[in-house]
C-alpha cells in the first residue's frame, strides 16, 4: 500500500517560517516527480512546487518563487517543502503528490499529472 504523510504543518505569524515534510512508503518515487499543491477555503487546488526524480529541476508557482523550496531525499524516499517570509495568502491545506511513472515535466504542474496523495497538512498565518 503506497502512503505519502505530510507533516510540519502549523499555525505561523506572517513572516515567519514552516517546513513541511512528505515521506513516502509502500514504492520508491526515486525516479519519478514529487510536487506540492494547496487548497484554500473555497478556492480550488493550486500547483505550489515540483521537483524531479532526481531532485535537478525545481519548478514553482510564481507567487512562492523566491520563497519556497522544495527539495528531497531520495534516500529517505522524502520531499520536502522549505517556506519562508510566509503570507496570509499562503494559508491552505498542503497536499504532497508523487508521479507513479515518469511523465515528463509538463506534467509536474498539473494534479491530473500525479497519482498518489497524501491526507494533507493544515498551515495557517495570521497577519
Do not use: H
Amino acid at each position: 500500500q503506497v502512503q505519502l504523510v505530510e507533516s510540519g504543518g502549523g499555525s505561523v505569524q506572517a513572516g515567519g517560517s514552516l517546513r513541511l515534510s512528505c515521506a513516502a512508503s509502500g514504492r520508491t518515487f526515486s525516479n519519478y516527480g514529487m510536487g506540492w499543491f494547496r487548497q484554500a477555503p473555497g478556492k480550488e487546488r493550486e500547483f505550489v512546487a515540483a521537483i524531479s526524480g532526481s531532485g535537478g529541476s525545481s519548478y514553482y508557482q510564481g507567487s512562492v518563487k523566491g520563497r519556497f523550496s522544495i527539495s528531497r531525499d531520495n534516500a529517505k524516499n522524502t520531499v520536502y517543502l522549505q517556506m519562508n517570509s510566509l503570507k496570509p495568502e499562503d494559508t491552505a491545506v498542503y497536499y504532497c503528490a508523487g508521479q507513479g511513472y515518469y511523465r515528463g515535466s509538463n506534467y509536474y504542474m498539473k494534479d491530473y499529472g500525479y497519482d498518489y496523495w497524501g491526507q494533507g497538512t493544515q498551515v495557517t498565518v495570521s497577519s
